[in-house]
């Protein structure tokens, strides 16, 4: 509003302007802001409260039009970057509303104050616009700019939300399934994927003799000793309650047997300090990835249904073992 304030006074000292077209100027462009501040700052309703700032600031702008009589770039200025104004809040058809606003301040201008019809503009009119006009532009641009890098990071975040499990930090259902899909898509015949499909023994009976927190802490434990265990490449998951699994890429039945060995002697080491009756133990079902079926869309299902064979093959023998 200041910056505006210059570019009317260079053409209001051209019209050799009266004391109230000056008194006008000093309140719109440099009280004038201060005030709305101060509604806004105290409104019980600040946002409402800025909107109807923004409209007197419309306002102010199209009653400024008709005092420098009509001076082409200055009033071109003035309304266009009024208008940007309202476009840049975000509010939903605030510059439409603008407009009339707008139009009623300059006509109210013109029968109360008089006006008259100079259109051109002078070089040093036009110097005292450009810095309206260069710094009004960086500033729309630099807010701009850090609005694009705040949503973009906020989009990240949803992202991450939407693909990471919240209380073990490990992949979600959906997105696991899509590494898998895009393993099966990428395979090749002289090499050997695998899969692990892990349940947590008697998992129910933790929650009821021990509470949900005592779940919830067996989990997020399990979901650390597979971290620890697995290799950087392999993509680990849980699938829903306490059933999770694990992609090995590039690995082979024996090396695959390894690994799940080694982690279900990690998850019987476990010992939750705040449920010391908690004693945990996994069973392991491990598939290799089978041949393409002649319908492709099956091909991660028939994978997952070896798994959860071999799981259940875990559980008839009693549990906390390793079945392929």
């Not at 690994?259 to 009756?277: F, K, S, T």
């Not at 069973?283 to 492709?296: H, M």
Request: aromatic residues 6%; contains cysteine.
């Amino acid at each position: 509003m200041a910056l505006g304030g210059l570019s009317v006074s260079a053409v209001l000292y051209e019209l050799h302007a009266p004391w109230f077209a000056w008194a006008f100027m000093v309140a719109g462009c440099l009280l004038w802001p201060h005030l709305a501040y101060w509604r806004s700052s105290r409104s019980a309703d600040p946002t409402r409260a800025e909107k109807h700032n923004l409209l007197i600031d419309s306002a102010i702008a199209g009653a400024m039009v008709p005092m420098m009589h009509f001076n082409v770039l200055p009033s071109t200025l003035l309304i266009t970057l009024t208008t940007v104004d309202k476009l840049s809040t975000g509010f939903r058809r605030l510059w439409l509303h603008s407009l009339p606003v707008l139009v009623l301040g300059g006509v109210a201008s013109a029968v109360l104050l008089g006006t008259g019809f100079r259109p051109l503009t002078s070089m040093p009119v036009l110097l005292a616009c450009l810095p309206m006009l260069l710094i009004h532009m960086i500033a729309v641009s630099v807010g701009r700019y850090q609005l694009i890098r705040k949503v973009t990071k906020q989009n990240r975040e949803l992202d991450r939300i939407r693909r990471i499990d919240t209380l073990t930090g490990l992949s979600r259902r959906g997105p696991w399934e899509e590494q898998a899909q895009q393993l099966l898509a990428n395979s090749r015949p002289d090499r050997q994927d695998c899969i692990l499909l892990i349940d947590v023994d008697r998992f129910k009976q933790i929650n009821d003799q021990h509470g949900h927190g005592a779940g919830d802490a067996t989990l997020r434990e399990l979901a650390e000793r597979m971290r620890r265990v697995m290799r950087p490449h392999d993509h680990v998951g849980r699938r829903g309650g306490d059933e999770f699994a694990v992609l090995l890429p590039e690995t082979t039945q024996v090396e695959a047997l390894a690994i799940a060995e080694r982690l279900r002697r990690e998850v019987e080491q476990i010992r939750l300090a705040d449920y010391p009756g908690v004693i945990p133990t996994v069973s392991i079902g491990l598939a290799v990835a089978p041949a393409q079926p002649t319908q492709p869309d099956t091909w991660l299902d028939i994978w997952l249904e070896h798994a959860d064979n071999a799981l259940y093959r875990a559980k008839d023998r009693g549990r906390n073992v390793v079945m392929a």
